[in-house]
């Protein structure tokens, strides 16, 4: 273990030697950033880092800035941070959206967080159904199927005119969650992200260059059931 310093303050870092050919620098948490080198390197590790500072603070500033979608005892809804309240209950588990508040009623904690990871799910869909509607009108397209699925991506759309979205979008503020529904539904004019493509995005989204950048404060990484998160 050990500290480098950089503008944004102190990074810890830890060295993994391993079978491995190349050196990976990649950060572990907000704050601890892992060096992977082979086994046997030679490599001088403070000068190593020293080269790569840049991408170190580039790295550590998006860290800073980013949002955890899940921490304890609390989640994203729409963009807010919801304390989740759970409230012994015999009957079968039910998930109530307060203010600042999502009221878990269950029998046992397990139930309850299953019944918020369908809430989320079933709030995505709702949500995203109604926005994809105007949207497919606007573009004179229309797709195969629309599903929902716990994956890294927000969103996906392929040739056959399936469009997959994250079951957790729900979670993020409603702008961006409409800016991904607009960039999958564009997919289905282009398949790629070249200019025209852009520009059907813009005329779903017209926003959507400050609503992409405030996405990438969103990370999918670990987003996993959150009956394993909370």
């Given at each position: 273990?050990?500290?480098i310093?950089?503008?944004?303050?102190?990074?810890?870092?830890?060295?993994?030697?391993g079978?491995?050919?190349?050196?990976s620098?990649?950060?572990?948490?907000?704050?601890?950033?892992?060096?992977?080198?082979?086994?046997?390197?030679l490599?001088?590790?403070?000068?190593?880092?020293?080269?790569?500072?840049?991408w170190?603070?580039?790295?550590?500033?998006?860290?800073?800035?980013?949002?955890?979608?899940?921490?304890?005892?609390?989640v994203?809804?729409?963009?807010s941070?919801?304390?989740?309240?759970?409230?012994?209950?015999?009957?079968?588990?039910?998930?109530?959206?307060?203010?600042?508040?999502i009221?878990?009623?269950?029998?046992?904690?397990?139930s309850?967080?299953?019944?918020?990871?369908?809430?989320?799910?079933?709030?995505?869909?709702?949500?995203?159904?109604?926005?994809?509607?105007?949207?497919?009108?606007?573009t004179?397209?229309?797709?195969?199927?629309?599903?929902?699925?716990?994956?890294?991506?927000?969103?996906?759309?392929?040739?056959?005119?399936?469009?997959?979205?994250n079951?957790?979008?729900?979670?993020?503020?409603i702008?961006?969650f409409?800016?991904?529904?607009?960039?999958?539904?564009?997919h289905?004019?282009h398949?790629?992200?070249?200019k025209?493509?852009?520009?059907?995005?813009?005329?779903?989204?017209?926003n959507?260059?400050?609503?992409?950048?405030?996405?990438?404060r969103y990370?999918?990484?670990?987003?996993r059931?959150?009956?394993?998160?909370v």
């Amino acid at each position: 273990m050990g500290t480098i310093r950089t503008e944004l303050g102190e990074i810890s870092y830890s060295v993994v030697r391993g079978k491995r050919r190349s050196i990976s620098l990649h950060f572990q948490n907000s704050s601890t950033l892992v060096v992977s080198v082979p086994k046997y390197s030679l490599v001088n590790i403070e000068r190593l880092l020293d080269r790569h500072m840049k991408w170190i603070t580039k790295q550590f500033c998006q860290m800073l800035n980013s949002k955890d979608m899940v921490r304890e005892e609390e989640v994203l809804y729409n963009g807010s941070y919801h304390k989740i309240e759970f409230v012994p209950w015999a009957g079968r588990a039910k998930v109530t959206r307060l203010e600042n508040e999502i009221l878990v009623e269950s029998q046992d904690r397990m139930s309850g967080l299953r019944a918020l990871d369908r809430f989320m799910q079933k709030s995505t869909a709702q949500i995203a159904e109604e926005m994809i509607a105007p949207k497919l009108r606007q573009t004179e397209k229309s797709i195969s199927s629309l599903r929902f699925r716990r994956m890294r991506k927000w969103g996906y759309c392929n040739t056959d005119g399936m469009i997959k979205l994250n079951a957790y979008l729900s979670m993020l503020p409603i702008e961006i969650f409409d800016y991904v529904v607009s960039h999958e539904v564009a997919h289905l004019s282009h398949m790629n992200h070249s200019k025209r493509f852009w520009a059907v995005v813009s005329q779903l989204c017209p926003n959507y260059r400050e609503l992409r950048k405030e996405l990438k404060r969103y990370n999918t990484n670990g987003l996993r059931s959150l009956e394993q998160r909370v």
